[in-house]
T-cell receptor, first 113, second 112 residues
């Protein structure tokens, strides 16, 4: 199976909360990230969480990490049309000094009025 | 302004004609890498570099070369492009091993 898995699509109504889920397989992952990709643009880091944390909140964004289940989620409160984008979950493992980032396939968030 | 700059943004070429996609960062980052993004496959790492003259293969290195002669530049070279290398390519850099990566705007390559 894939190292990082995400569902491919999520559709929400404007003003509702969005929850994007991600599972990963490597328990040695030290950092976990959420990136946002808008149409025609590169990826931008939204937020990240250290593996020794359970939760991180940053304005409308809440990241929850369940290390036991290797599950990461991103909650966007009061979702706006400008939040429509592809969201990538990524893990970065420190492995013998190597830089091994692994991205999920991305979740397309569609926000409709 | 801190940024990662890729050139060109769009390129159409023919099979077998060597090409180079440039990547430059102005943040004095040590780590740089190249990804390709394909529908349904997400981002896959091609090559990465931990510092000047230090490069290593990622998940999908076949058909690509890179060089890191100076810290700011990390060009991606396709010696003999083939249609299966048609993709969207991203360059990224980061300061240290476990810090955030900054991405370029992407290069959409079509090989016919």
């Amino acid at each position: 199976g894939e190292d990082v898995e995400q569902s491919l699509f999520l559709s929400v109504r404007e003003g509702d909360s969005s929850v994007i889920n991600c599972t990963y397989t490597d328990s040695s992952s030290t950092y976990l990230y959420w990136y946002k990709q808008e149409p025609g643009a590169g990826l931008q880091l939204l937020t990240y969480i250290f593996s020794n944390m359970d939760m991180k909140q940053d304005q409308r964004l809440t990241v929850l990490l369940n290390k036991k289940d290797k599950h990461l989620s991103l909650r966007i409160a009061d979702t706006q049309t400008g939040d429509s984008a592809i969201y990538f979950c990524a893990e970065r493992r420190a492995s013998g000094g190597s830089y091994i980032p692994t991205f999920g396939r991305g979740t397309s968030l569609i926000v409709h009025p | 302004e801190a940024q990662v700059t890729q050139n060109p943004r769009y390129l159409i070429t023919v099979t077998g004609k060597k090409l180079t996609v440039t990547c430059s960062q102005n943040m004095n980052h040590e780590y740089m890498s190249w990804y390709r993004q394909d529908p349904g496959l997400g981002l896959r790492q091609i090559y990465y570099s931990m510092n000047v003259e230090v490069t290593d293969k990622g998940d999908v290195p076949e058909g690509y070369k890179v060089s890191r002669k100076e810290k700011r530049n990390f060009p991606l070279i396709l010696e003999s492009p083939s249609p299966n290398q048609t993709s969207l390519y991203f360059c990224a850099s980061s300061f240290q091993l476990n810090t955030e990566a900054f991405f370029g705007q992407g290069t959409r390559l079509t090989v016919v």
